[in-house]
């Protein structure tokens, strides 16, 4: 009922750039936080950046100066710009929300994920 897709994945060099988006949809009515995170292979599942429909954003030191989150919450929209890429940032890419949406059962609080965007750095 509620989906979250990913766009803007892709190989670049060290130094590039690339624009990560991810747009909700659904049944939602409110979307209290949405973030990056990201998982390289044999590794867990790490926290990029999180914004709050406030603004307030946290980041992950390895990214901080880097990466910039942003969001559109008229439009369910989050981005992630991502500059200065490393080949340590190198993962699937996935969006996460917090949000309410509602059913024919009523409303419900629920963690939602996409399925993930590739992001390759490498020369």
Aim: charged letters at 15%; a positive charge.
């Amino acid at each position: 009922q509620v989906q979250l897709v990913e766009s803007g994945g892709g190989l670049v060099q060290p130094g590039g750039s690339l624009r990560l988006s991810c747009a909700a949809s659904g049944s939602i009515v409110s979307i209290s936080s949405m973030g990056w995170y990201r998982q390289a292979p044999g590794k867990q599942r790490e926290l990029v950046a999180v914004i709050t429909s406030g603004g307030s954003t946290n980041y992950a030191d390895s990214v901080k100066g880097r990466f910039t989150i942003s969001r559109d919450n008229a439009k369910n929209t989050v981005h992630l710009q991502m500059n200065s890429l490393k080949p340590e940032d190198t993962a699937v890419y996935y969006c996460n929300a917090d949000l309410l949406y509602r059913n024919s059962g009523g409303y419900n609080r629920r963690e939602s994920w996409g399925q993930g965007t590739q992001v390759t750095v490498s020369s």
